[in-house]
Nanobody
Framework: QVQLVESGGGLVQAGGSLRLSCAAS????????KAWFRQAPGKEHEFVAA????????YYTDSVKGRFTISRDNAENTVYLQMNSLKPEDTAVYYC????????????????????WGQGTQVTVSS
């Protein structure tokens, strides 16, 4: 497993931007597929985006396409989520996840398919 620590959350007005970071420990960072999930109050975890080990493949949930961008810097052991045009419905705790294998989209979105998780960072979008 890999240790994950998220940062970059905060309070922002609708239409604004935030960039989340997820720092990972260990020298095998580049071997892991990374993803972002989120959990709004009273709701289950929701898949947001995933990125392959090399960064050549990405996958997004429909509600964030065109607004969010996932990227990674393997030299810095960090994965990012750039969030633009934020909406109140994006309010949630955002979690970073990691696993050793890329999967088909139907599997990427399942929380049970991810072996390592961070503690989360709160994102609040005001209207």
């Amino acid at each position: 497993q890999v240790q994950l620590v998220e940062s970059g959350g905060g309070l922002v007005q609708a239409g604004g931007s935030l960039r989340l970071s997820c720092a990972a420990s260990g020298r095998t960072f580049s071997r892991y597929v990374k993803a972002w999930f989120r959990q709004a109050p009273g709701k289950e975890h929701e898949f947001v985006a995933a990125i392959s080990q090399s960064g050549s493949s990405t996958y997004y949930t429909d509600s964030v396409k065109g607004r969010f961008t996932i990227s990674r810097d393997n030299a810095e052991n960090t994965v990012y989520l750039q969030m633009n045009s934020l909406k109140p419905e994006d309010t949630a705790v955002y979690y970073c996840a990691a696993d050793s294998t890329w999967k088909i989209p139907a599997e990427l979105v399942k929380t049970t398919r991810w072996g390592s998780w961070g503690q989360g960072t709160q994102v609040t979008v005001s209207s």
